[in-house]
């Protein structure tokens, strides 16, 4: 028999990101025997999904859930490090000749503050788990104060405590609209009808087609069940093959124009609808963070539900000692996070993959990614949505690009490359770095393109939406300061 | 109506706290970032873009920008993402003070 390694002996597993797939991934590391850095950007774990009000609230009322006692199990346990309000804003890769997984650079603290402790981790395997943000399509008035990411909606009354308006209107495509519906409903916000933008034909074939899978996922299908429950109690309609094409108001949003789509997204003439609203949440999907595994040098997948992290069955990347979760591996909701999380942090730790106990891990991984195919297939977005914009219409809202504008510099024979749109328009230049914008610019300009896209120019990257050599905004004085030592210990926790 | 605060948990009592925007004070409750405390006072906007149109918070999880504003003298703070502390000085900013200023990386 052999004694237990010391703590500093262990092998060392970073976490990035504390949702379903990265909490999972730290329960899994440490029963696999590793030492575990966990870090997020949150106060608490949970992510989006497990979002919860802050103790000055009467903090977390899901104390029995299965979550819950994850994360008390992870934060207690005595090799993890809990690194609360940590930004991870940049990957570092060792040099070619060097094995092993990037160092992972942050910052701690008060979001955006100027002055935060900085640290450097050297982890011997790394598990991404950023997790994804709500995609929305612009359309004329979208940048009016009052519409808001439907996630933003739900994060106001997961973690605030507040409703965003009394007549909300809710529009978009995905399951997603249901919870945020129900996030609403229960915070007392008058919600006046759902809109899924997708037609019920397209919906429906995208989630019968192989309908046992759909049995597998029990847990979604319960939750969509009381989500759809409430929207009946409370008589809010749900509609399909409509969307909101229009914000108008004066200064914030007091209206918005809805219209019925065909299955391409095209506007039926004639069908539009004005109605009175005091807030309007919309969301198309959701795009997954990439910034850290395209710092790290991960390859991508492209899907037909746009790119992913390519990772093979045990989560590997394609980058020795990383590993990806969740999100940024396919869009398919918590439980296949959480599965996907739990074999990353297993394998990340040195655990044997074909251990018995993760049959079942497997299993549900690869029912979650049937999962995402069907999400993908009934959810789609209709190639035909350029139709609602119009020349002045903003795309770029940091720098209030107009498509006018994008159009002429994408249709422009002298250069249509990606970095040449950005230089010429500044779409994708702004505070956000095109995390907003940059799907739209890119899937814009590939159909506005006759010829083929310009060559890279000579010695850089080819251009690409995520590739932000600074994953997080630091500021200048911090990027100035040295590291503030080393990593802390475990038990010397943030939280 | 606006935005306004909910009481889903009835029950937990609520910490005022307090805190200035360009001046003027505003009352919150502890636990609310400081653009939960400018929603629930009923503001929809305190930023203004480039061309002037008013902005506020749109992504809600710190990834769009629009909520940008000065906390304690440090400017280009995610409103959505700063938790508000009782007397934080707070001021509202426009893109082109932003563009002489450190603009955030």
Same mark, same amino acid.
């Given at each position: 028999?052999t004694?237990?390694?010391?703590?500093?002996?262990?092998?060392?597993?970073?976490?990035?990101?504390?949702?379903?797939? !990265?909490?999972?991934? /730290?329960?899994?590391?440490?029963?696999?025997?590793?030492?575990?850095?966990? &870090?997020?950007?949150?106060?608490?774990?949970?992510?989006?999904?497990?979002?919860?009000?802050?103790?000055?609230?009467?903090? +977390?009322?899901?104390?029995?859930?299965?979550?819950?006692?994850?994360?008390?199990?992870?934060?207690?346990?005595?090799?993890? @490090?809990?690194?609360?309000?940590?930004?991870?804003?940049?990957?570092?890769?060792?040099?070619?000749?060097?094995?092993?997984? +990037?160092?992972?650079?942050?910052?701690?603290?008060?979001?955006?503050?100027?002055?935060?402790?900085?640290?450097?981790?050297?982890?011997?395997?790394?598990?991404?788990?950023?997790?994804?943000?709500?995609?929305?399509?612009?359309?004329?008035?979208?940048?009016?104060?009052?519409?808001?990411?439907?996630?933003?909606?739900?994060?106001?009354?997961?973690?605030?405590?507040?409703?965003?308006?009394?007549?909300?209107?809710?529009?978009?495509?995905?399951?997603?609209?249901?919870?945020?519906?129900?996030?609403?409903?229960?915070?007392?916000?008058?919600?006046?009808?759902?809109?899924?933008?997708?037609?019920?034909?397209?919906?429906?074939?995208?989630?019968?087609?192989?309908?046992?899978?759909?049995?597998?996922?029990?847990?979604?299908?319960?939750?969509?069940a009381?989500?759809?429950?409430?929207?009946?109690?409370?008589?809010?309609?749900?509609?399909?093959?409509?969307?909101?094409?229009?914000a108008?108001?004066?200064?914030?949003?007091?209206?918005?124009?809805?219209?019925?789509?065909r299955?391409?997204?095209?506007?039926?003439?004639?069908?539009?609808?004005?109605?009175?609203?005091?807030?309007?949440?919309?969301?198309? !999907?959701? @795009?997954?963070?990439?910034?850290?595994?395209?710092?790290?040098?991960?390859?991508?997948?492209?899907?037909?539900?746009?790119?992913?992290? &390519?990772?093979?069955?045990?989560?590997?990347?394609?980058?020795?000692?990383?590993?990806? /979760?969740?999100?940024?591996?396919?869009?398919?909701? $918590?439980?296949?996070?959480?599965?996907?999380?739990?074999?990353?942090?297993?394998?990340?730790?040195g655990?044997?993959?074909?251990?018995p106990?993760?049959?079942?891990?497997?299993?549900?991984?690869?029912?979650?990614?049937?999962?995402?195919?069907?999400?993908?297939?009934?959810?789609?977005?209709?190639? $035909?949505?350029?139709?609602?914009?119009? +020349?002045?219409?903003?795309?770029?809202?940091?720098?209030?690009?107009?498509?006018?504008?994008?159009?002429?510099?994408?249709?422009?024979?002298s250069?249509?490359?990606?970095?040449?749109?950005?230089?010429?328009?500044?779409?994708?230049?702004?505070?956000?770095?095109?995390?907003?914008?940059?799907?739209?610019?890119?899937?814009?300009?590939?159909?506005?393109h006759s +010829?083929p896209?310009?060559?890279?120019?000579?010695?850089?990257?080819?251009?690409?939406?995520?590739?932000?050599?600074?994953?997080?905004?630091?500021?200048?004085?911090?990027?100035?300061?040295?590291?503030?030592?080393?990593?802390?210990?475990?038990k010397?926790?943030?939280? | 109506?606006?935005?306004?605060?909910?009481?889903?948990?009835?029950g937990?009592?609520?910490?005022?706290?307090?805190?200035?925007?360009?001046?003027?004070?505003?009352?919150?409750?502890? *636990?609310?970032?400081?653009?939960?405390?400018?929603?629930?006072?009923?503001?929809?906007?305190?930023?203004?873009?480039?061309?002037?149109?008013?902005?506020?918070?749109?992504?809600?999880?710190?990834?769009?920008?629009?909520?940008?504003?000065?906390?304690?003298?440090?400017?280009?703070?995610?409103?959505?993402?700063?938790?508000?502390?009782?007397?934080?000085?707070?001021?509202?900013?426009?893109?082109?003070?932003?563009?002489? *200023?450190?603009? *955030?990386?």
């Amino acid at each position: 028999m052999t004694a237990a390694p010391r703590t500093e002996d262990r092998r060392h597993v970073v976490v990035v990101g504390a949702g379903p797939a !990265g909490l999972a991934a /730290a329960g899994s590391a440490l029963a696999a025997g590793a030492r575990v850095t966990l &870090a997020d950007a949150a106060e608490r774990p949970g992510g989006q999904y497990h979002r919860t009000l802050p103790e000055e609230f009467g903090g +977390p009322r899901d104390g029995g859930s299965h979550f819950a006692r994850l994360r008390r199990r992870v934060l207690d346990h005595p090799h993890c @490090t809990w690194l609360a309000e940590t930004s991870v804003w940049a990957l570092e890769r060792p040099d070619p000749e060097q094995p092993g997984p +990037p160092r992972v650079h942050t910052l701690t603290g008060p979001a955006d503050g100027n002055d935060r402790p900085r640290r450097v981790l050297t982890p011997d395997a790394l598990v991404l788990a950023p997790g994804a943000h709500d995609r929305v399509l612009p359309f004329p008035g979208w940048e009016l104060p009052g519409v808001y990411a439907a996630g933003a909606a739900q994060a106001l009354v997961k973690g605030e405590r507040l409703a965003v308006g009394d007549d909300v209107l809710l529009a978009g495509s995905g399951p997603f609209l249901l919870p945020v519906a129900t996030a609403l409903l229960t915070a007392g916000a008058g919600v006046r009808e759902v809109l899924e933008a997708n037609t019920p034909k397209t919906v429906a074939a995208g989630w019968t087609r192989r309908p046992w899978q759909l049995a597998a996922q029990p847990a979604k299908a319960a939750e969509l069940a009381r989500c759809t429950a409430l929207l009946v109690r409370h008589r809010v309609p749900y509609r399909m093959g409509r969307t909101v094409i229009e914000a108008r108001g004066d200064g914030r949003v007091e209206e918005a124009v809805t219209a019925r789509l065909r299955p391409d997204w095209s506007v039926v003439p004639g069908s539009e609808r004005t109605v009175p609203v005091d807030a309007l949440c919309v969301t198309h !999907g959701f @795009t997954p963070q990439l910034e850290l595994p395209l710092a790290a040098g991960c390859a991508l997948l492209r899907t037909p539900a746009g790119e992913f992290v &390519a990772v093979d069955a045990d989560q590997r990347t394609t980058m020795p000692g990383v590993y990806a /979760a969740g999100e940024i591996t396919g869009i398919a909701g $918590a439980p296949a996070a959480r599965t996907e999380g739990a074999l990353a942090g297993w394998c990340a730790a040195g655990g044997d993959p074909a251990a018995p106990a993760l049959h079942r891990v497997r299993r549900n991984r690869e029912r979650g990614r049937a999962f995402a195919a069907r999400l993908a297939a009934a959810h789609p977005v209709g190639p $035909a949505w350029p139709g609602w914009l119009r +020349p002045e219409t903003v795309i770029c809202r940091c720098e209030e690009t107009d498509y006018g504008t994008l159009r002429s510099a994408a249709t422009d024979a002298s250069g249509a490359a990606p970095r040449v749109i950005k230089l010429a328009t500044r779409a994708g230049l702004g505070p956000c770095q095109a995390r907003i914008c940059g799907p739209t610019v890119a899937e814009l300009t590939a159909r506005l393109h006759s +010829p083929p896209p310009g060559r890279p120019a000579e010695g850089l990257p080819p251009a690409a939406p995520h590739r932000r050599p600074l994953a997080q905004p630091i500021r200048l004085g911090e990027l100035a300061r040295t590291p503030d030592g080393p990593e802390p210990d475990p038990k010397e926790s943030t939280a | 109506m606006s935005p306004r605060p909910v009481r889903t948990a009835p029950g937990a009592p609520e910490r005022p706290l307090q805190i200035t925007v360009d001046g003027d004070p505003v009352e919150g409750v502890a *636990g609310r970032s400081i653009a939960g405390i400018l929603l629930a006072a009923g503001r929809t906007s305190w930023r203004t873009a480039r061309s002037g149109a008013p902005r506020g918070v749109f992504c809600g999880i710190g990834v769009c920008f629009d909520c940008v504003l000065t906390v304690n003298g440090v400017p280009d703070v995610r409103a959505c993402r700063r938790r508000a502390t009782d007397g934080d000085v707070v001021t509202t900013q426009t893109r082109a003070a932003a563009d002489n *200023g450190e603009a *955030g990386a």
